[in-house]
């Protein structure tokens, strides 16, 4: 019984907080940057879009044709019912992402920020103790510019510009 309170409790407190949350007037910051994106980095993408595909449902989509077979190569993952234009994902709180190759620099699941200025980002970054590992890169293939950066505990988390 007394689980089924402290239960009861656990989940009233997070539907109260996600209720605050709602109401943007009681976020401490209403300019936040999103998290738009992730990168699954792997040895062979096709293999790997097969595993996720076959695991999670996921949608990956073939190699582009303008693909060079580089560091920049990539396989775009669909984890959610999307926008046909611009692939953004109809439902709240989902991101689509990608499957890349590990000689992009990272070895591990990151996720990607938007960011208006990738170069205004990393100043802040490196002054308040980050550091910037993967200079600013275009990605022709997804419209727009990537770095990677690693925060005070060596996370690294990457950061999208899109390009105007």
């Known amino acids: 019984m007394k689980k089924q309170a402290i239960l009861i409790y656990a989940i009233f407190g997070i539907l109260a907080l996600a209720t605050?949350?709602?109401n943007n007037d009681n976020l401490k910051n209403s300019n936040m940057n999103k998290v738009m994106w992730f990168d699954i980095p792997a040895k062979d993408l096709d293999k790997s879009a097969q595993f996720y595909e076959?695991?999670?449902?996921?949608?990956?989509?073939?190699?582009?044709?303008?693909?060079k077979n580089n560091a920049?190569?990539?396989?775009?993952?669909?984890?959610?019912?999307?926008?046909?234009?611009?692939?953004?994902?109809k439902n709240a709180g989902a991101i689509n992402g990608g499957i890349v190759t590990r000689d992009i620099g990272i070895t591990q699941?990151?996720?990607?920020?938007?960011?208006e200025s990738i170069e205004q980002k990393v100043k802040q970054i490196q002054n308040a103790g980050g550091k910037l590992i993967?200079?600013?890169?275009h990605l022709p293939?997804?419209?727009?510019?990537?770095?990677?950066?690693?925060?005070?505990?060596?996370?690294?988390i990457g950061l999208w510009e899109v390009k105007e």
């Open 134 to 137: 993967k200079e600013k890169t």
């Open 20 to 22: 605050s949350c709602n």
């Open 141 to 156: 293939l997804a419209g727009g510019y990537f770095a990677y950066i690693t925060d005070l505990d060596e996370n690294i």
């Open 54 to 67: 076959s695991i999670f449902g996921w949608n990956i989509l073939p190699k582009d044709p303008n693909d």
């Open 72 to 89: 920049l190569s990539f396989r775009l993952a669909i984890t959610s019912l999307s926008n046909l234009e611009d692939l953004t994902p």
């Open 109 to 115: 699941p990151t996720i990607l920020i938007q960011v």
